[in-house]
């Protein structure tokens, strides 16, 4: 695919890691299949950052550390719903990594999250209590970014969150869907869809 970017751009790689990936914790549907989109991509942006879901062991979105609790169902947490997962992305596990065959040379820089026990973070922006900072937002405006272009995994979770952060965050937001992929629970990629564009996110398919 091409895009017409300019210094003002950057690529937002969201997730791109084993666990999401085949044979992984939270495999996404066909998953691996945006790591060559990303890859044909990201030599075109002049800024380009990824993100990382790194978790610690016993992080609480694991429904393991959730007596009788199991992955896909919802909880309340003292900052709203939050759906539990397999455990996933441990800081430090092959599950991770980024994917092998992303093309990493080009990132400049990695911004992770989840790292919190107690909170989960989807959003390249803000954790899930949508207050808690990664810093983003102000890395970017420093480097004058004005638009930013979403891809990666999985799009109704942590892109879908990221775009209508980075929007909300005044940043022209646009999601590439080729170069993503969905977990796809209850129709929630319709649902995200819709809420992206609700927020005023614009969808590049
Ligand atoms: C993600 C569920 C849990 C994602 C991360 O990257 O979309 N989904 N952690
Ligand atoms: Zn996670």
Not at 77 to 106: K, R
Not at 186 to 196: F, I, T
């Amino acid at each position: 695919m091409n895009v017409e970017t300019t210094d003002t751009d950057c690529l937002l790689i969201i997730d791109v890691q084993n666990d999401f990936c085949q044979a992984g914790a939270l495999a996404v549907p066909d998953g691996d299949a945006v790591v060559a989109s990303i890859n044909a991509l990201s030599t075109q942006f002049a800024n380009v950052v990824a993100t990382q879901d790194w978790h610690p062991a016993g992080h609480s979105s694991f429904a393991s550390v959730h007596k009788g609790r199991s992955p896909l169902e919802q909880i309340d947490m003292p900052y709203g719903p939050q759906t539990l997962w397999p455990d996933h992305c441990i800081q430090g596990s092959h599950g991770a990594e980024f994917h092998p065959q992303l093309d990493t040379n080009v990132i400049q820089n990695t911004i992770r999250k989840g790292f919190r026990q107690p909170i989960d973070s989807y959003s390249a922006f803000f954790e899930n209590d949508h207050t808690t900072t990664t810093g983003l937002s102000g890395y970017l405006r420093e480097r004058g970014i004005k638009r930013v272009f979403c891809v990666g995994l999985a799009l109704d979770f942590c892109v879908r969150f990221s775009a209508e952060d980075a929007r909300r965050e005044g940043f022209e937001t646009i999601v590439i869907e080729a170069a993503c992929r969905g977990i796809d629970m209850d129709g929630s990629v319709e649902a995200a869809r819709q809420a992206m564009i609700d927020t005023g996110v614009s969808l590049l398919n």
